[in-house]
């Protein structure tokens, strides 16, 4: 199992309300992208939020994430939560808020000029 679906489905009925979301499936997992950025993930048993990097000092004294690293390397500004600590609703809306706040300073990423 790439990713753990049911809690894909929590964040897909926390993000309904938005009005530009979109799943991708990425990086082995299923990523949502927000007003076309790249904002909550769902990696195995984790999700995957974008934060702003300064942000995550608030956060030092929260059990339950760890920095994103992808081959020995910081993503700097990525975390992972373990499923372990999404059990409450209101757990997983804590999160989900943090990235939701930060996305629109986030900055989109680049798109491919396809050729002609």
Not at 32 to 39: G, R
Request: hydrophobic residues 45%; negative net charge.
């Amino acid at each position: 199992m790439p990713y753990n679906e049911i809690l894909a489905n929590r964040v897909a009925e926390k993000l309904m309300h938005l009005p530009d979301v979109e799943e991708k499936e990425m990086f082995g997992g299923l990523i949502f992208m927000v007003d076309q950025k790249m904002c909550i993930g769902v990696m195995k048993d984790k999700v995957m939020l974008r934060l702003a990097p300064e942000s995550l000092v608030a956060l030092e004294n929260i059990d339950g994430w760890e920095q994103m690293m992808m081959s020995n390397t910081v993503m700097n500004g990525y975390i992972l939560v373990s499923q372990d600590v999404l059990n409450r609703n209101e757990d997983l809306d804590f999160w989900i808020k943090l990235a939701l706040e930060f996305n629109p300073l986030a900055k989109a990423s680049k798109k491919n000029k396809t050729k002609q």
